[in-house]
């Protein structure tokens, strides 16, 4: 895409142009300047934020349309089947999620604001282009009135053109809304009978080893549920004439919420009062951890680390890693899986082995054609979720990096964790993936497979260190032993003589 500057006929690239841009104010420094310079600086970029926004949906509806209308070509001429369309319309958004650095299905919502402002919403992209607007409020201009026609949603934009800069984002959905509610109602009663086919339940982690359960459901049943279980809570202060009974609910010190809480959970989970749930608990473990020097004063256990340097099992480095969820300090993790023993639960310790700084699973390889069994576990808790970059998602597939047809083989090495979209994506044209770094080799790095797009972008999916983000790096390797691994030492053989040399 290029442009003309001013009447001079020379062409310049608007990428280069924006890169330029970036460079400027990634050099620029607020120091030295008066309180209203700074306020003016602040005013201006958030003014620059929203035209960038209106300039980054124009650059996106135009992307994905022509990529669609191409795609539209060749189903219409026989070139493609319904089910080859349908995958190369989801690997454009899979290529605008990695250019817009977001997970997929945020991707998608980018697709559907970028239309709505360049088709739709005339009066609120005209404000988000002169910066009298932020991408936030213009998207919920667009989330209300999403269920109206093509012409409707015009009219609403209009109706809202004078309110658009001076109230809140409370009252700016208030007013979309009432917009939306007059101009088609049958449109809403649409709009929730199809909000209802989308109930779900989710789960995500929260803070301090807790996590949040997530029901999404018609309000009715909703409120309804938590009025029985709210109902249930305050009978338990009621006397039923059993001794026993209400000894029991007399001696029962927790809370409102947590009692809630835990009734909900047992329900769900089918397990009566007192029953305990089995469970499998993966502990990861560094090389130095079997290497015990002595106990302090305090009852605290040394351990040598590869470095040569000690440090304590009370603190510092003692810590661990659930796989899929992140840190819990290692004090913490004794308590609960104490706590699992001694109610008795059925609970399976799986000990994971890592290469030399705690980055690396030992891999193993297979002769089967699909990833299962622990071969499947391993590479799953090598990878935590979706390898590609900025999704995040859930592990659904294992996937053959290079693939089964093509001679790849069910390794470790030769493997890829994806979500369910991704691992269709990287089969549609254009799509090429590479293993750059097989992790097996000590001081090698982590797994890396190098992902391109149809457009020639690259980008590396890196399987991120055994114990989270965030942990300190590990020490640099010392110097190279003089025991050479022989070539046809298998990867572990390889791993326990780069240990005897540590």
Same mark, same amino acid.
């Given at each position: 895409?290029?442009?003309?500057?001013?009447?001079?006929?020379?062409?310049?690239?608007?990428?280069?142009?924006?890169?330029?841009?970036?460079?400027?104010?990634?050099?620029?420094?607020?120091?030295?300047?008066?309180? @209203?310079?700074?306020?003016? =600086?602040?005013?201006?970029?958030?003014?620059?934020?929203?035209?960038?926004?209106?300039?980054?949906?124009?650059?996106?509806?135009?992307?994905?349309? !022509?990529?669609?209308?191409?795609?539209?070509?060749?189903?219409?001429?026989?070139?493609?089947?319904?089910?080859?369309?349908? %995958?190369?319309?989801?690997?454009?958004?899979?290529?605008?999620?990695?250019?817009?650095? %977001?997970?997929?299905?945020?991707?998608?919502?980018?697709?559907?604001?970028?239309?709505?402002?360049?088709?739709?919403?005339?009066?609120?992209?005209?404000?988000?282009?002169?910066?009298?607007?932020?991408?936030?409020?213009?998207?919920?201009?667009?989330?209300?009135?999403?269920?109206?026609?093509?012409?409707?949603?015009?009219?609403?934009?209009?109706?809202?053109?004078? %309110?658009?800069?001076?109230?809140?984002?409370?009252?700016?959905?208030?007013?979309?809304?009432?917009?939306?509610?007059?101009?088609?109602?049958?449109?809403?009663?649409?709009?929730?009978?199809?909000?209802?086919?989308?109930?779900?339940?989710?789960?995500?982690?929260?803070? !301090?080893?807790?996590?949040?359960?997530?029901?999404?459901?018609?309000?009715?049943?909703?409120? /309804?549920?938590? @009025?029985?279980?709210?109902?249930?809570?305050?009978?338990?202060?009621? @006397?039923?004439?059993?001794?026993?009974?209400?000894?029991?609910?007399?001696?029962?010190?927790?809370?409102?919420? @947590?009692?809630?809480?835990?009734?909900?959970?047992?329900?769900?989970?089918?397990?009566?009062?007192?029953?305990?749930?089995?469970?499998?608990?993966?502990?990861?473990?560094?090389?130095?951890?079997? =290497?015990?020097? /002595?106990?302090?004063?305090?009852?605290?256990?040394?351990?040598?680390?590869?470095?040569?340097? *000690?440090?304590?099992?009370?603190?510092?480095?003692?810590?661990?890693?659930?796989?899929?969820?992140?840190?819990?300090?290692?004090?913490?993790?004794?308590?609960?899986?104490?706590?699992?023993?001694?109610?008795?639960?059925?609970?399976?310790?799986?000990?994971?082995?890592?290469?030399?700084?705690?980055?690396?699973?030992?891999?193993?390889?297979?002769?089967?054609?699909?990833?299962?069994?622990?071969?499947?576990?391993?590479?799953?808790?090598?990878?935590?979720?979706?390898?590609?970059?900025? %999704?995040?998602?859930?592990?659904? *597939?294992?996937?053959?990096?290079?693939?089964?047809?093509?001679?790849?083989?069910?390794?470790?090495?030769?493997?890829?964790?994806?979500?369910?979209?991704?691992?269709?994506?990287?089969?549609?044209?254009?799509?090429?993936?590479?293993?750059?770094?097989?992790?097996?080799?000590?001081?090698?790095?982590?797994?890396? =497979?190098?992902?391109?797009?149809?457009?020639?972008?690259?980008?590396?999916?890196?399987?991120?260190?055994?114990?989270?983000?965030?942990?300190?790096?590990?020490?640099?390797?010392?110097?190279?032993?003089?025991?050479?691994?022989?070539?046809?030492?298998?990867?572990?053989?390889?791993?326990?003589?780069?240990?005897?040399?540590?």
């Amino acid at each position: 895409m290029t442009e003309q500057t001013d009447g001079s006929g020379v062409e310049i690239s608007l990428p280069g142009v924006l890169a330029a841009s970036l460079s400027m104010l990634s050099a620029a420094r607020p120091e030295g300047l008066s309180e @209203a310079e700074l306020l003016e =600086v602040v005013s201006l970029l958030e003014a620059t934020k929203g035209a960038a926004a209106a300039l980054q949906a124009r650059a996106t509806a135009m992307f994905v349309e !022509d990529r669609d209308e191409r795609i539209a070509r060749d189903r219409a001429d026989g070139v493609v089947s319904a089910r080859e369309a349908s %995958c190369r319309r989801r690997a454009a958004r899979a290529e605008l999620a990695l250019a817009r650095r %977001c997970a997929p299905g945020q991707a998608d919502r980018h697709v559907g604001l970028a239309k709505a402002l360049v088709h739709d919403l005339p009066y609120t992209m005209a404000a988000l282009t002169a910066g009298e607007l932020s991408e936030w409020r213009a998207t919920i201009v667009a989330r209300e009135t999403a269920c109206l026609s093509h012409e409707d949603r015009v009219e609403a934009d209009r109706r809202l053109a004078g %309110c658009l800069r001076s109230v809140g984002d409370r009252e700016l959905a208030a007013a979309a809304h009432r917009a939306s509610a007059d101009l088609d109602a049958e449109a809403f009663v649409r709009r929730r009978r199809k909000a209802a086919a989308s109930r779900n339940v989710s789960v995500r982690p929260a803070a !301090d080893g807790m996590a949040w359960l997530s029901i999404l459901g018609p309000l009715a049943d909703v409120v /309804g549920a938590f @009025a029985a279980l709210k109902k249930a809570e305050q009978s338990r202060y009621v @006397a039923t004439g059993d001794p026993a009974v209400d000894a029991a609910r007399a001696s029962d010190e927790r809370g409102r919420g @947590a009692w809630m809480a835990d009734t909900a959970l047992e329900l769900l989970s089918g397990r009566t009062e007192g029953q305990v749930q089995p469970v499998e608990v993966g502990l990861v473990m560094r090389e130095e951890a079997i =290497v015990r020097t /002595g106990e302090g004063s305090d009852g605290s256990v040394f351990f040598r680390s590869g470095n040569g340097r *000690d440090f304590t099992g009370a603190g510092g480095r003692d810590e661990v890693e659930v796989p899929g969820w992140g840190a819990m300090p290692g004090e913490m993790a004794r308590e609960h899986l104490l706590r699992l023993c001694d109610a008795g639960t059925a609970t399976w310790l799986r000990r994971l082995w890592t290469a030399p700084g705690g980055t690396n699973l030992v891999a193993m390889d297979s002769k089967r054609r699909l990833f299962s069994g622990v071969l499947r576990q391993l590479i799953e808790l090598r990878d935590a979720t979706c390898r590609v970059p900025f %999704c995040g998602a859930p592990i659904r *597939d294992i996937d053959h990096v290079r693939p089964h047809a093509r001679g790849g083989e069910t390794s470790a090495a030769n493997a890829m964790s994806d979500c369910q979209g991704h691992n269709l994506v990287k089969e549609a044209p254009g799509w090429r993936a590479e293993v750059t770094s097989t992790g097996l080799d000590p001081g090698g790095g982590p797994h890396e =497979v190098t992902l391109t797009t149809p457009t020639g972008s690259e980008y590396i999916c890196t399987a991120p260190p055994l114990l989270g983000h965030g942990r300190p790096h590990p020490p640099p390797p010392r110097s190279a032993p003089a025991l050479v691994p022989d070539l046809m030492w298998s990867p572990v053989e390889t791993h326990l003589a780069s240990m005897f040399a540590a």
